[in-house]
């Protein structure tokens, strides 16, 4: 009997050693996976952060792309429109129309027409955007629709006007550096001009001009407030 319950109670013994034991590693197997939490948490977060404030550095670079666009189209859009009252004034003739088209007028139009798009390419390209979480994934996307909106619309008007400009400069030479033809050669197509025909495709170039312009300008301006807007939302954020 003795010798029974010596047994029993070194295997009781040894029976709660090892379970002892086993919740020692099992402990220390959740504290192991604990901390690799944290870890991985701590490296998403940071890599969250990361493309946050990437996120912002393309957006106020497009503020400082956008105004300096917008100012000089409307640099430009004043002095089409100063053309425009010039020769809708009632003492305008044919002289009016050719020293402008002659001398003063270029058809053409600054061809930038871009924004800062390599952060949220690369959050789509790895699928890192799902770090963002819903709400400013989803506010993330819908700007971005409203850049691609905007480059599309406003490209396709810039090349229009810009085919306009180009059929306008083969029938009328323009006052322009870079000619392939300078100088009093090309007098004698001023001299011999179809003034009709001039005043109809002048018209119609200038009016091309100002009406993309505006156009342009105005999507510009819309698409800068959404993206000081979205600046905002960012910015909210990070302080969260």
Do not use: C
């Amino acid at each position: 009997m003795r010798m029974s319950a010596l047994r029993n109670t070194k295997f009781s013994k040894y029976l709660i050693y090892a379970i002892g034991e086993i919740l020692l590693v099992v402990i220390g197997i959740l504290i192991a996976l604990g901390i690799n939490s944290k870890v991985e948490q701590n490296k998403k977060l940071t890599i969250r952060n990361s493309y946050v404030q990437s996120l912002r550095n393309d957006l106020v670079a497009d503020v400082a792309l956008l105004e300096s666009q917008i100012e000089n189209f409307d640099n430009d859009l004043k002095k089409n429109i100063g053309f425009s009252k010039r020769l809708s004034a009632p003492n305008a003739n044919v002289d009016s129309i050719i020293k402008i088209a002659r001398y003063e007028f270029l058809p053409f139009y600054s061809p930038d027409n871009e924004l800062n798009l390599n952060t949220y390419n690369a959050l789509i390209s790895t699928g890192n955007i799902n770090l963002l979480g819903k709400e400013l994934n989803g506010k993330i996307q819908n700007h971005n629709a409203e850049q691609l909106k905007t480059l599309k619309v406003v490209g396709v008007n810039l090349q229009l006007g810009a085919d306009a400009g180009v059929q306008y400069i083969s029938n009328y030479p323009i006052n322009f550096p870079l000619n392939g033809i300078n100088g009093n050669l090309m007098n004698s197509v001023w001299e011999d001009i179809d003034e009709n025909k001039l005043k109809a495709n002048f018209n119609g170039m200038l009016t091309i001009k100002i009406t993309t312009m505006s156009f342009v300008s105005r999507m510009r301006n819309e698409l800068l407030s959404k993206t000081k807007e979205m600046i905002k939302i960012i910015d909210d954020f990070e302080t969260e």
